[in-house]
Structures are given as structure tokens and as C-alpha cells.
């Protein structure tokens, strides 16, 4: 008899006097603090039989492999490669985030099949060194070294997989954020427009610390960016300026529509917290998800041993009365997790959802 998994979610209430106040660092990003790539070819050995055919090799693949081989690599040639098809040529990619990392600092890495791997499952990667021009250049700076067993993801692109925190940084990454003495906000792509822009100078403006200064840090010069003159007296303490003038409010501006991001490649599934979902019971591949209404301070949940809950902390503290943030997407997709539904279970949920007009919010799907 096929086994049939419930789970329960409640929608928690939303106290308006706790919710999410709307402050400039919601619509922009600090030019300079963009995040970066390193990146590097490697070698995955302990393939069972789902590795590279050397046959089909390009010539950009040949050269690679030669220059994997003088550096030293174990398995990089291509006469140890040839045979079983248990080793697979690979690219590794690793980001680092804006706010910058530290030598030391252990990151995932993306692993790409650059041959004709079928399947990376399993898979060891060797040692592999990083750099942002590594490839152009066998006399860079090597900035990571990435290794270790790959996981795969998405059981639907089986040639590419990650290893959680597999790669070694050997370099400090600082992303300065000021240059001559300004602090350049760029405006999100979906908020740049002319009035968002002087609302945002307006909020920094507005802080009463710098109400006395002769003239006001913030103007928007375009569309899509405000820059921030830092006043002498923060020349000491830049990181609190820059904070100060993120957390500055933005009043009398709509909220923006929270969305939903799936990348149905990769599996991939990015949740804004203000993702609502209305009450409505779906079934799928043996599911049955019943999103319920919030329980009355008090009232007793019926039949709870028939159901997975995941949220038992918040649904405590909301049914002792403590205003509570909804998360409500959020802990459906928890709960999914937590009875081991694949991504794509989950991703034609959300699908399913939609349909029914019960996401409040927008779904997009990117590649």
C-alpha cells in the first residue's frame, strides 16, 4: 500500500504593529559590494562508470587536461582518464558573496561537467586550485582550493553538483564601499524609477544626525542610484554610517510584491518572507499538504498525531497571543524538506498553488 505523508500548515496571524517596516536597504545594493566569482578545472575520480568518454573530448578540453597535468594533478592525464569512464573533467565555480570573505573562510562550490559525464553522483573531486584569471594565466594568484564529495542537487541535471563548504580560500576578499569620500547606492532593478530614487535620498536625508550638516549626504543623480557624501565626522566609523543610512525608513512607499524565484533547472527555490498562502488543501505524488486557518488562542489542534508539524515553536508562541511574522510559504516548504520531497515535488506544489490563485505574491521562474 503506497504510503500516503500528511503535514499541516497554519497561517499565522500578522500584527501589523510588528511587521516588517520598509527601510532603504530594501531596494538597493552598495556599489562595490558585488559579489564575485573564482574559479578553476578539476578532476572527479570514483565515478562508476558514468564518467568522461576521453573520445569525445574538445580541443579546448585536451588543452585544459595538459595544463591540469604539468600542474601536477593526480588523474589529470588523459591516459588515466581513458577506460572505465570513472574520472570526469569539471569545472568549479565558487562565489564569493558581497560582503566579502576572509583567508581561511570555508565555501560551497558549484562542480560543471565539462566532458561527457553522464552523472557526477558519488564523485571525489582532487584538489583543484582557483583563481579569477586562472586560466588565463598559469602564473596567477591561486585564491581557493576546492575539493571533496559532490552531492547532487537535482537528480534532473545529474552533471552538476556542489560541495558544501568544499573550497579553501587563500586570500582575503574586502569589497571597499566608499570611493573619494561618496557611498553609491544602486537601485534594485525592480524599484528604479525617478521617485523611488528621491524617496531614497529623502529618507537619508531626513535622519536627524544630519540635519545639522551644511549640506545633505544624499542626492539621486539618476533612475537608479543615489550617492551618499560621507560627512567628516564619520570619517572615523564608516560601517556605522553605512549602516545608519540603510536602516533610514522609507515612509509612504507601496511594498514591494513578494515574490517567489524557481530555478526548475537546478531545483533551486528562493522564498521571500512576505509570501502568503491562502487556506486551501492540495494533493500531489503522495502528499497531502492541508493548509488550515490559524488556530484561535487556545483552541487544540484535532487529530495532531495524523499530521507532521514542523512549526511548533511559533505555532506556541502565536497560540499564547505573541504577535508572530508570517512565514507562511516558508514553513510549507520546511515541512516539504522535512518528509524528504524533492525539489521538484515541491516546485509543482508552488505550481499547483498558484493555479489555485492561493500564493499571495508573485512566482517567477528564472534559468
Same mark, same amino acid.
Given at each position: 500500500m503506497k504510503l500516503i505523508l500528511f503535514l499541516i500548515i497554519f497561517l499565522l496571524t500578522v500584527n501589523t504593529s510588528v511587521a516588517q517596516q520598509l527601510r532603504v536597504e530594501h531596494f538597493v545594493r552598495v556599489k562595490g559590494q558585488e559579489s564575485t566569482q573564482i574559479t578553476g578545472y578539476g578532476i572527479v575520480g570514483g565515478l562508476n562508470g558514468t564518467g568522461d568518454d576521453p573520445r569525445a573530448y574538445t580541443p579546448a578540453a585536451h588543452a585544459i587536461l595538459r595544463q591540469l597535468s604539468r600542474s601536477g594533478m593526480f588523474g589529470a592525464d588523459e591516459a588515466g582518464i581513458r577506460g572505465a569512464r570513472n574520472s570526469a573533467l569539471v569545472r568549479v565555480i565558487v562565489t564569493i558573496p558581497g560582503t566579502g570573505a576572509r583567508d581561511g573562510d570555508m565555501l560551497d562550490c558549484i562542480i560543471y561537467s565539462e566532458g561527457s559525464a553522464t552523472s557526477l553522483a558519488n564523485g571525489i573531486l582532487s584538489p583543484a586550485s582557483l583563481g579569477s584569471m586562472l586560466q588565463q594565466n598559469e602564473n596567477s594568484l591561486v585564491q581557493g582550493t576546492a575539493q571533496g564529495r559532490i552531492v547532487i542537487e537535482n537528480p534532473a541535471s545529474p552533471n552538476v553538483g556542489r560541495i558544501v563548504g568544499g573550497c579553501r580560500l587563500h586570500a582575503d576578499f574586502r569589497n571597499p564601499f566608499i570611493e573619494k569620500g561618496l557611498i553609491t547606492l544602486v537601485i534594485k532593478r525592480e524599484h528604479a524609477r525617478p521617485n523611488i530614487a528621491n524617496r531614497i535620498a529623502e529618507a537619508i536625508n531626513n535622519d536627524p544626525e544630519f540635519q545639522t550638516l551644511a549640506i545633505q549626504p544624499a542626492r539621486a543623480f539618476h533612475q537608479n542610484e543615489v550617492v551618499v557624501r560621507v560627512p567628516p565626522t564619520s570619517f572615523a566609523d564608516p560601517m556605522d554610517f553605512l549602516a545608519r543610512i540603510l536602516n533610514a525608513e522609507m515612509l509612504d512607499v507601496p =511594498?514591494?510584491?513578494?515574490?517567489?524565484?524557481?530555478?526548475? =533547472?537546478?531545483? @533551486?527555490?528562493? #522564498?521571500?518572507?512576505?509570501?502568503?498562502? =491562502?487556506? @486551501?488543501? #492540495?494533493t500531489h505524488n503522495g502528499i497531502i499538504a492541508d493548509i488550515a486557518p490559524e488556530l484561535e488562542p487556545g483552541e487544540e489542534e484535532q487529530f495532531p498525531r495524523q499530521f507532521l508539524d514542523i512549526d511548533t515553536d511559533t505555532r506556541f508562541r502565536q497560540m499564547s497571543g505573541e504577535a508572530v511574522n508570517n512565514v507562511r510559504l516558508r514553513a510549507l516548504q520546511a515541512s516539504l524538506n522535512a518528509l524528504q520531497a524533492t525539489p521538484q515535488d515541491t516546485i509543482e506544489i508552488i505550481k499547483i498553488l498558484e493555479k489555485q490563485g492561493a500564493i499571495i505574491g508573485e512566482v517567477v521562474f528564472v534559468d
Open positions: =511594498r514591494p510584491v513578494p515574490k517567489v524565484m524557481i530555478n526548475e =533547472r537546478t531545483g @533551486t527555490i528562493a #522564498i521571500d518572507q512576505d509570501v502568503e498562502v =491562502r487556506p @486551501t488543501l #492540495i
